[in-house]
């Protein structure tokens, strides 16, 4: 599995150390078993943004602090240079980019996100968690499902909805789509 999603299981598992939580309570949390909860501490299976957001939102962590490790340290304003953003690619087809993972306090956690093609049958994946979210596409084209509504978004289209509807992503015509995600 991927070094950096080990590295956010061993994040998980001593922050759950810290706060005494049992992973009962965390499963809770993120509305798993706690058997579905222990496997990704164990770093052996992906870890959804949506989990993390879940996480962060229950025990006041901020989302890129469980994503990347690094604390905010500002708090007037946090310049991200272009292609600079601290970094995760969660599977080889997905990579999130955080635009502001230096600022603290953020009411909004904004990232850049490219998702590569992947072979056609392959099941889109579905992630929901609290709030609600933008996306804007900067280029190319991308298959959004909502609540088992299907969308497509081309460059310059973006959409405001509720992310606790069941919703994934898929790029379209064999290329890859890059797209600003806003998670409030």
């Known amino acids: 599995m991927n070094e950096q999603i080990k590295q956010i299981a061993e994040r998980l598992a001593g922050l759950r150390d810290a706060l005494e939580i049992t992973p009962e309570e965390m499963a809770g949390v993120c509305n798993l078993t706690p058997e579905q ?3 990704l501490e164990s770093g052996t299976v992906d870890i959804s943004v949506s989990v993390l957001h879940q996480i962060s939102q229950a ?7 469980l994503m990347f490790g690094d604390e905010p340290k500002m708090s007037s304003y946090f310049i991200t240079r272009r292609g600079k953003g601290i970094a995760v690619e969660r599977t080889k087809a997905y990579k ?6 230096g ?9 850049m996100v490219t998702v590569h093609p992947t072979p056609d049958g ?3 994946y579905l992630n929901s968690h609290p709030g609600q979210e933008y996306n804007m596409v900067l280029k190319g084209r991308m298959l959004l499902q909502i609540n088992n509504k299907e969308l497509i978004l081309e460059e310059g289209d973006s959409i405001y909805f509720n992310s606790e ?3 994934g992503m898929k790029a379209l015509d064999g290329e890859k789509v ?3 995600a806003i998670i409030l």
Do not use: C, N, W
């Open 103 to 111: 600022f603290a306090g953020r009411k909004a956690d904004p990232f």
């Open 178 to 180: 890059s797209f600003l």
């Open 165 to 167: 509807l069941p919703h």
């Open 37 to 39: 909860y222990m496997k």
């Open 122 to 124: 392959t099941p889109i």
């Open 96 to 101: 999130y980019q955080s635009l502001a993972a």
């Open 59 to 65: 025990y006041g962590v901020e989302l890129t602090t």
